[in-house]
């Protein structure tokens, strides 16, 4: 008889826990009430002076109020199956009040944007994470937090120069590097390559410069990854040194951005050529 009582109270325990659990989804399932949109659908939801195309939406919280809002990138397409978008705008739908709140993203274009989010401040909330591919592939991103119904963007376009090499070539099959920030100088010998130099015009056969006007310079972000940094998340970019064109590789900078006391700082920046910049 024993056994049978506690044989029932362990039943009435589990059914206590599963109704606790389908009762709290219920709740949440009713509080979250997503727009009804599929990407390339015009977004007729905020006022706009040209039409606007959803190009992207994510769902999350944003905002820290432990409810989902979605976020959904819209942006100016001169065909709606273009892959290419103009004047690209980030728009919160608050799925807990129904408002929207909308950002101008100046100067923002690209090619299949992308949402991810990250707490890249250290506050604990998710900051949102803009990515697009330029004609050469090269990723431009933005960053924005979203706090209290504001906006606050703290990547902005300026920041996608990351850190820049300029040069230009020099007699006898070299290369002339130098960055202004680090004040880092670099000779680069390219005998490697002498055959590919010679082919392109740029040096004879006896390594004399011919296009003196030819300059060194260095890429946007071609790659962009999240590493965690203690609680929180830093960025790894990766650009290009290149040469005549953008196939002709001198060397790549792999860098660690870290966002602290309002700004991004440099935690890490090398490559296989220029070395460690921060030593």
Do not use: H
């Amino acid at each position: 008889m024993k056994n049978k009582l506690i044989f029932l109270v362990i039943i009435l325990i589990l059914i206590a826990i599963i109704f606790s659990v389908v009762d709290k989804k219920g709740i949440e399932n009713k509080n979250f009430k997503p727009l009804e949109i599929n990407v390339g659908d015009e977004f007729t939801y905020i006022d706009y002076k040209n039409k606007m195309y959803v190009l992207n939406y994510e769902m999350q919280d944003v905002n820290g109020d432990n409810n989902k809002e979605m976020i959904i990138l819209i942006g100016e397409r001169e065909k709606v199956e273009n892959v290419k978008a103009n004047s690209i705008d980030v728009v919160i739908y608050d799925t807990n009040d129904s408002n929207f709140y909308n950002l101008n993203l100046k100067n923002y274009d690209g090619k299949l944007p992308k949402i991810n989010t990250k707490d890249v401040t250290g506050d604990k909330i998710l900051d949102i994470i803009l990515t697009a591919n330029d004609e050469n592939e090269n990723i431009s991103m933005r960053i924005v937090s979203f706090q209290n119904g504001e906006y606050k963007e703290i990547f902005k376009n300026k920041d996608n120069k990351g850190i820049v090499f300029t040069g230009n070539f020099v007699d006898g099959f070299k290369a002339y590097l130098s960055c202004d920030k680090y004040k880092k100088e670099v000779n680069v010998d390219l005998n490697d390559r002498k055959e590919n130099y010679i082919t392109n015009g740029f040096f004879d056969e006896s390594g004399r410069l011919l296009k003196t006007e030819s300059k060194i310079s260095t890429t946007p972000f071609c790659r962009i990854e999240f590493v965690q940094l203690n609680e929180y998340y830093g960025i790894q970019t990766v650009q290009k040194i290149v040469g005549f064109n953008n196939d002709d590789l001198l060397d790549e900078i792999t860098s660690v951005w870290k966002y602290e006391n309002g700004k991004w700082n440099v935690k890490e920046a090398k490559g296989s050529v220029v070395g460690n910049l921060l030593y």
